[in-house]
């Protein structure tokens, strides 16, 4: 992989590329070796096939690296492969491993956080231990009003539909 965790020298590289501090990547690290052992029955490196070209993801770090930096930057995938040595399907489907890999790890330990719920009763179960809960909404689609004096307190000033 053309980025690698050596090129991670200082605090502010390793939040940016990762979200997290060096200590707590490896301590995550740990973890996420155990989860694909258990995927997959055998570590990544002895799950390579020899070839000629050679692979841009050869261990567990390099995986659980590449797939931080994937969701922490936003990238298409196009250009993360540029970025990381690989093409975009490349791309795509390594991060699916990681993602899969790192879904496995957080519910083992027990914060992946729920997402779905199937009654409004579930929900406030869930929260009924939280104090305030922020529910960030600003981006929902919402259809432009016809009446002048609601658009004006919903219209953004474009033509189409706010998304």
């Known amino acids: 992989m053309k980025i690698s965790i050596n090129d991670l020298k200082t605090e502010r ?10 200590e707590r990547f490896y301590k995550l690290l740990s973890g996420f070796e155990k989860s694909y ?3 997959y029955g055998l570590p990544l490196k002895d799950r390579l096939v020899e ?22 930057s936003g990238l298409t995938y196009d250009l993360l492969g540029l ?14 491993v990681g993602v899969k890999i790192l879904n496995r790890l957080l519910k083992l330990t027990g914060d ?9 009763e579930e929900f406030e179960a869930y929260f009924s231990d939280t104090d305030s809960l922020i529910i960030d909404a600003t981006e929902q689609r919402m259809s432009r009003p016809s009446k002048l004096t ?3 307190d919903h ?6 539909d706010i998304r």
């Open 13 to 22: 590289h390793w939040r940016s590329a990762t979200g997290l501090n060096k």
């Open 37 to 39: 052992i258990a995927e």
């Open 51 to 72: 070839n000629s070209q050679g692979y841009c993801i050869n261990n567990e770090e390099d995986l659980l690296l590449f797939t931080l930096l994937s969701l922490k």
């Open 83 to 96: 970025m990381c040595g690989m093409d975009g399907s490349n791309a795509q489907r390594n991060q699916q």
């Open 112 to 120: 992946l956080p729920k997402r779905n719920f199937l009654t409004i």
């Open 150 to 152: 609601e658009q004006k």
């Open 155 to 160: 219209y953004s000033g474009k033509k189409k």
